[in-house]
């Protein structure tokens, strides 16, 4: 059974920095599409950027794009989100989501992903 950790959330100051953490066990990320999403109270979930591991694709939202970013360790079977110029508006729970049969039009979508981790809260003050 895969399992997904997140972990790096917290209170944060605008204009400061946050990363995040995606640990997987059960299996590797290898061939996987590894996405973060997040949702804030009273929205829909949200892509926020992903990564197809084996091609080193990524993807973001046009929101956080030059802000954000992903990197992944391949040892520790782990993917990251460098958070950086956080904003107000990021104030929500992200989630670390995989896909082993995810297909490009899939990417952006939280259906495209049948595994989730738990969430992690990100609070960014003013």
């Known amino acids: 059974q895969v399992q997904l950790v997140e972990s790096g959330g917290g209170l944060v100051q605008a204009g400061g920095s946050l990363r995040l953490s995606c640990a997987a066990s059960?299996?590797?990320?290898?061939?996987?599409?590894v996405a973060w999403f997040r949702q804030a109270p009273g929205k829909e979930r949200e892509f926020v950027g992903a990564?197809?591991?084996?091609?080193?694709?990524?993807y973001y939202a046009d929101s956080v794009k030059g802000r954000f970013t992903i990197s992944k360790d391949n040892a520790k079977n782990t993917a990251y989100l460098q958070m950086n110029a956080l904003k107000l508006e990021d104030t929500a729970v992200y989630y670390c989501?995989?896909?082993?049969?995810?297909?490009?039009?899939?990417?952006?979508?939280?259906?495209?992903?049948?595994?989730w981790g738990q969430g992690t809260q990100v609070t960014v003050s003013s």
């Open positions: 989501a995989a896909g082993w049969t995810t297909i490009l039009s899939q990417i952006r979508v939280p259906g495209g992903y049948p595994c």
């Open positions: 990564l197809r591991w084996s091609s080193n694709n990524f």
């Open positions: 059960g299996r590797t990320f290898s061939r996987a599409a």
